[in-house]
Protein backbone atom coordinates (compact mmCIF):
# COMPACT_ATOMS: atom_id res chain seq x y z
CA UNK A 1 0.00 0.00 0.00
CA UNK A 2 2.94 2.18 0.30
CA UNK A 3 3.29 1.96 -2.99
CA UNK A 4 0.57 3.58 -3.96
CA UNK A 5 1.17 6.55 -1.86
CA UNK A 6 3.93 7.34 -3.53
CA UNK A 7 2.81 7.12 -7.15
CA UNK A 8 1.91 10.22 -9.24
CA UNK A 9 -2.03 11.40 -10.28
CA UNK A 10 -1.10 10.78 -14.01
CA UNK A 11 -0.28 6.88 -12.85
CA UNK A 12 -3.38 6.87 -10.35
CA UNK A 13 -5.50 7.71 -13.57
CA UNK A 14 -4.35 5.36 -15.77
CA UNK A 15 -4.78 2.75 -13.22
CA UNK A 16 -8.52 4.16 -12.55
CA UNK A 17 -9.16 3.62 -16.68
CA UNK A 18 -9.11 0.15 -15.96
CA UNK A 19 -12.27 0.26 -13.89
CA UNK A 20 -13.95 1.19 -17.13
CA UNK A 21 -13.47 -2.07 -18.75
CA UNK A 22 -14.64 -3.80 -15.67
CA UNK A 23 -17.38 -2.17 -15.33
CA UNK A 24 -18.71 -3.30 -18.57
CA UNK A 25 -17.30 -7.00 -17.74
CA UNK A 26 -19.64 -6.94 -15.02
CA UNK A 27 -22.70 -5.35 -16.70
CA UNK A 28 -21.90 -8.05 -19.20
CA UNK A 29 -21.50 -11.06 -17.18
CA UNK A 30 -25.33 -10.01 -15.83
CA UNK A 31 -26.85 -9.11 -18.96
CA UNK A 32 -24.73 -10.08 -21.98
CA UNK A 33 -25.31 -7.75 -24.80
CA UNK A 34 -23.74 -7.26 -28.67
CA UNK A 35 -23.05 -3.37 -27.42
CA UNK A 36 -21.08 -4.13 -24.24
CA UNK A 37 -19.13 -6.62 -25.96
CA UNK A 38 -18.23 -4.54 -28.98
CA UNK A 39 -17.31 -1.91 -26.01
CA UNK A 40 -15.00 -3.98 -23.96
CA UNK A 41 -12.57 -4.56 -27.07
CA UNK A 42 -11.63 -0.61 -27.36
CA UNK A 43 -11.89 0.13 -23.80
CA UNK A 44 -9.25 -3.00 -22.98
CA UNK A 45 -6.96 -1.52 -25.75
CA UNK A 46 -7.32 2.20 -23.54
CA UNK A 47 -6.34 -0.09 -20.34
CA UNK A 48 -3.23 -1.55 -22.27
CA UNK A 49 -2.28 1.60 -23.74
CA UNK A 50 -2.41 3.51 -20.32
CA UNK A 51 -0.55 0.87 -18.53
CA UNK A 52 2.19 0.57 -21.00
CA UNK A 53 2.07 4.66 -20.93
CA UNK A 54 2.35 5.51 -17.04
CA UNK A 55 5.23 2.75 -17.07
CA UNK A 56 7.17 4.37 -18.82
CA UNK A 57 6.34 7.78 -17.57
CA UNK A 58 7.81 6.02 -13.96
CA UNK A 59 10.88 4.62 -16.37
CA UNK A 60 11.83 8.44 -17.31
CA UNK A 61 11.57 9.67 -13.79
CA UNK A 62 14.06 6.93 -13.06
CA UNK A 63 16.22 7.79 -15.22
CA UNK A 64 15.55 11.54 -14.96
CA UNK A 65 16.63 11.21 -11.45
CA UNK A 66 19.13 9.21 -12.34
CA UNK A 67 20.72 11.67 -13.94
CA UNK A 68 20.63 14.28 -11.59
CA UNK A 69 22.22 11.90 -9.27
CA UNK A 70 26.02 13.27 -8.91
CA UNK A 71 28.35 10.23 -9.52
CA UNK A 72 28.88 7.91 -6.28
CA UNK A 73 25.62 8.99 -5.03
CA UNK A 74 22.67 6.64 -6.40
CA UNK A 75 21.10 4.91 -3.49
CA UNK A 76 20.11 2.07 -4.95
CA UNK A 77 17.23 0.79 -2.69
CA UNK A 78 15.33 4.54 -4.27
CA UNK A 79 16.15 3.13 -7.41
CA UNK A 80 14.94 0.03 -6.61
CA UNK A 81 11.63 0.90 -4.71
CA UNK A 82 11.13 3.57 -8.23
CA UNK A 83 11.40 0.69 -10.84
CA UNK A 84 8.71 -1.26 -8.09
CA UNK A 85 6.47 1.86 -8.76
CA UNK A 86 6.45 1.67 -12.68
CA UNK A 87 5.32 -1.95 -12.32
CA UNK A 88 2.26 -1.36 -10.36
CA UNK A 89 0.00 0.11 -13.09
CA UNK A 90 0.95 -2.85 -15.50
CA UNK A 91 0.11 -5.29 -12.79
CA UNK A 92 -3.89 -3.54 -11.76
CA UNK A 93 -4.58 -3.10 -15.31
CA UNK A 94 -3.43 -5.94 -16.55
CA UNK A 95 -4.88 -8.05 -13.51
CA UNK A 96 -8.45 -6.07 -13.85
CA UNK A 97 -8.34 -6.62 -17.90
CA UNK A 98 -7.63 -10.29 -17.07
CA UNK A 99 -10.75 -10.71 -14.53
CA UNK A 100 -12.39 -8.32 -16.60
CA UNK A 101 -12.74 -10.87 -19.85
CA UNK A 102 -13.09 -14.24 -17.41
CA UNK A 103 -16.39 -12.31 -16.47
CA UNK A 104 -16.79 -11.75 -20.56
CA UNK A 105 -16.82 -15.49 -20.73
CA UNK A 106 -18.98 -15.94 -17.62
CA UNK A 107 -21.89 -13.70 -19.68
CA UNK A 108 -20.56 -15.42 -23.17
CA UNK A 109 -21.76 -18.90 -21.53
CA UNK A 110 -24.89 -17.32 -20.33
CA UNK A 111 -25.93 -15.91 -23.62
CA UNK A 112 -28.91 -17.56 -25.63
CA UNK A 113 -27.78 -18.50 -28.77
Not at 49 to 57: L, P, R
Amino acid sequence: MEVLSQIGPFVKLSMLASLVPFGVAIGYAIRPTERKLTFMRPASLAVIFAATCASAVGAAMICQALAATPPGGIDMPRVYAGLAETCVPVIVGFGLLAVSWLLIVAGMLRRTP
